[in-house]
């Protein structure tokens, strides 16, 4: 079965589609116990997408590759939501996996982590200690080859221009296109207000907690990447984190609107917020975004790049066999012995 690559990828590539609902919805019912809120909240991640999907930067959470980030996510959701439990083993455990398929999105769960027991110290017992145990020993091999491994930058400036020349959505925010980033500022805005319909006040104060470190996270990211460059920080790419945030963040929403038709005074914000999430979703659809949770799937392959990038390649790789066939030809006009007649 998996000899055949084609079939092997396709099969990772609906594996990270089934985990994905299944975390989604185990995560919001782990916040709210409501099996409708949990259904919308997958269907608001799966649909709201593409272009105009309050996804800042190329941070989809989901795409028409097979790719180690789309399978991370989910194990990073099921670890946020058996944390939530207080189920700090199981969380640690779930957390080292995704490691081990992509580090950088886990480093800023992890870093979440640190951060809201940095403010709940009280709470650190014996099973938050073997939990960080456990996880040092599942992911030492990984982390002792990133601190042996030299990771120095030789030219700074170099490796910076390129960067932004050929990945900036992935780490400046400066580049990313001002709709996208005004609607992820309305989504955390929609999400503060959701915070006040949350009745659990210990839950409610751990998401809190929790969302202030992400974006702690988010800022340190910002100040280290645009006004003050650091390669180390840059290279951990923290904004990577914005997609565990969106989905807690959507969920919340889709909380808020269903219980908030229950009372006249919030109607009117629920109906607004509930038609901007179906917007967000529909106009993409004919804008020629990401459409459904199941688009075209790109297997990766020796000759099977993106149209415009493999063309992109293509002509450069011209341009420079082109430019180093005529420096040789010279060379060798150069080198040849020439008669002179006196």
């Known amino acids: 079965m998996f000899t055949n690559p084609n079939l092997l990828f396709f099969s990772v590539f609906i594996l990270t589609r089934i985990l994905l609902v299944v975390s989604v919805f185990f995560l919001a019912q782990t916040l709210f116990r409501n099996k409708l809120v949990s259904y919308l909240a997958v269907i608001a991640v799966l649909i709201i997408r593409g272009n105009i999907g309050m996804v800042p930067g190329s941070y989809d959470i989901l795409d028409n590759i097979a790719f180690p980030f789309f399978l ?8 946020l939501t058996f944390f ?8 640690s455990l779930l957390l080292a996996i995704s490691f081990y398929l992509h580090a950088t999105t886990s480093i800023f769960l992890l870093l979440v982590y640190g951060f809201y027991f940095l403010v709940y110290f009280k709470r650190i017992n014996k099973k938050v200690v073997l939990s960080v145990i456990l996880f040092l020993i599942i992911t030492f091999p990984i982390l002792f080859r990133s601190i042996m491994s030299d990771t120095s930058i030789s030219d700074f400036s170099l490796w ?3 960067l932004k020349l050929r990945v900036s959505g992935h780490f400046f925010p400066s580049t990313w296109p001002f709709l996208n980033t005004s609607l992820f500022f309305v989504l955390i805005a929609m999400f503060i207000i959701s915070l006040k319909y949350e009745q659990d006040k210990t839950r409610k104060n751990e998401v809190i907690i929790l969302s202030l470190g992400s974006l702690l996270l988010l800022l340190i990211s910002f100040i280290f990447t645009e006004i003050y460059p650091v390669g180390f920080v840059i290279q951990t790419s923290l904004f990577r984190g914005i ?4 989905v807690i963040a959507l ?5 808020f609107i269903v219980n908030s038709f229950k009372y006249k005074s919030k109607m009117l914000l629920a109906s607004g917020m509930a038609l901007l999430l179906i917007s967000t979703a529909i106009i993409p659809v004919f804008t020629g975004a990401q459409k459904g949770v199941f688009s075209d799937v790109n297997i990766p392959g020796d000759t099977e790049l ?5 063309l992109s390649t293509k002509e450069e790789y011209t341009a420079q066999e082109t430019v180093e066939s005529s420096n040789e030809s010279d060379l060798k006009k150069n080198d040849e012995p020439r008669n002179y007649e006196l």
């Open 306 to 310: 993106s149209e415009s990038e493999s």
């Open 72 to 79: 991370a996510i989910p194990f990073l959701l099921f670890s």
């Open 251 to 255: 969920i919340y929403v889709i909380n």
């Open 160 to 162: 910076f221009n390129f």
């Open 243 to 246: 997609v565990v945030f969106r």
């Open 84 to 91: 939530l439990k207080k189920k700090y083993i199981i969380s």
